[in-house]
Structures are given as C-alpha cells and as structure tokens.
C-alpha cells in the first residue's frame, strides 16, 4: 500500500552511531508509507535535531532535561550554514559558530553514568540560564565521535552489549506511528499530537501499534533494528505547545492499557509502552515519503 506523504519535513543523513561488525542480508516484505521525518541537519555537525548528541546540564555537570525543566520543549535547536541556533519563547535567536564556539570537554553524568560532551561556550550558556531562569545555571554541551560513548552495563539489559549510545536513554531512533497516537486520542477527552512523545521517525498508513511487530526495517538506504519498546514517563504529560506539565494525561490513559508483560516487569517497570527504540543497523540517507520495509528472515 502506498500514498504521498502530505508535507515534506527534511531528511536525515549519517546518525553518529557506532556499531560492531555483523553480517545480516534477508529479503524486504511488505511496506508501509514513511509520513514524517526528524532527523536532519548538517551532516558535517551530526544530528542537530538528535537528542543523542546535545544535552543541557547543570553547571556541574548533571543533565538536565524537561523532566526537571518542562520548559525545555520549546526550546529549538538547529544548525544553518555552520551555526548553531537557539531559539525559545521570548528569547531572541541565538547563532554561533560551533567549531569556533565550543569550549573544553566537560564530565557529565547520565542516568547514573559518566559520559563526556563539549562545552558550547559561555554564549549558550547565558542563554539556556535566562531562559530556565530559578537561579541556577545551564550549559549546553555536545557529544563529538572521538568520546567514549555509553555501553550496556552487566546489571542493565539496554543497549545491547554490541550497541554505544551518546545522551539517548537506550538508542538513538524513536519510532511511533500516527495511528498509535490516533488510537490513544480516542481514549482521552481531548486528542493529543504526535509532538507530545518527540519521535525520531513518524509512520503513516499502518495500523495502529504496526509498529511494535518489527523488529528490523529499512527506510531508503537506512537499516534500523528494534532494541525495545519505549517506556513512557512523565515527560509525556507536558504539552509541547505551552511547555506546562501536568503530570496526569495521557500517561494514566496509556498505564490503563499499554503495560508490558509480566515477564518484562523487570525491564519496564509500571511504564506504560508507546513506540519503539531503534539502533541504526546501516547508515544512509532517509526522506519523507519514502517507503517503510519490513524485513523477513
């Protein structure tokens, strides 16, 4: 089956994610349509729009993330011509040269773990503590390829043993389908958008939940391999329109009918699921409308 894409939202090329050598060749089957990409950027300077590789701490060190700061969802980062810019309510735009900008290799602390990222000056900085204001200060900082990433740890089931990730929680793509979010609109008393659970990736044309079933597909030249579904928090209570957080809807809706299974307790908890994680199997370039192939072994 196959339609047009209504709106094109950019591409993506080259994630920044390292892998172990594997062999893996099987046949493509069945298809469903791509609607909606976000990953893009300068190739040159990573993802930009990738919540893998920019991450906002405390000034020592500790991330801090809309969990804490809900405010933080409308906050935009991009990059144009070599230039990172910030934007946010209020906020006149911020532009700097990243190469030029960024500061020393600052240690960071994530979920429990050490990890590195560059200082991105004292420019962003200034900016993100105005912006969050409550009278602590903010630095932005960046995950460059020569830093060691984060591994599975013998007590964590995720990432797998063979995967690295930067400053995502367990892998750098988030996969949702537009019928999951229209499935789950149906059951509050007012819709929710699909911007409220920040995918990488936005499918159309499936049913709803398709997507918990593939466990490896290809968009354009890109290969994804499923890690795990996507536990959902209370980040999803903060509506990525005013940056105000509830903590209520829809993630009591979705812990009414979205818990794992018993046997996965252990990995979930009483997080309800609601998308996919993905690890980038092959590298490649991705574009709204392509066609999503589900892979058969």
Known sequence: MSRRHRRSRGNARRPLFRKLPQRAHSALEWNQRCHMVRLRGNPRLCFVSDRSHWLVVTEDGHMATARQQPRLVLVSLTCEGGRVCLNGPDMEELRFPIEHAAGGVMDCRLHGEDIQGRDCGEESSRWLTRYLGGGGTFRLVHFETQ??????????????????????????????????????????EQDVTVERFRPNIVISDCEAFDEDSWEEIQIGSVRLQRAMSCGRCLFTTIDPDTGVMTRKEPLQTLKSYRVCKPSERHIYKSSPLFGQLHNVKKTGILQVGDVVYKISR
Not at 148 to 165: D, G, I, Q, W
Not at 170 to 187: F, G, N, Y
């Open 147 to 188: 830093m060691k990433a984060r591994k599975a740890e013998e007590n964590k089931p995720f990432p797998p043993p063979t995967e690295e990730v930067a400053y995502a929680d367990v892998a750098p793509v988030m996969l949702l389908s537009e019928s999951s979010v229209k499935d789950l609109s149906s059951k509050l």
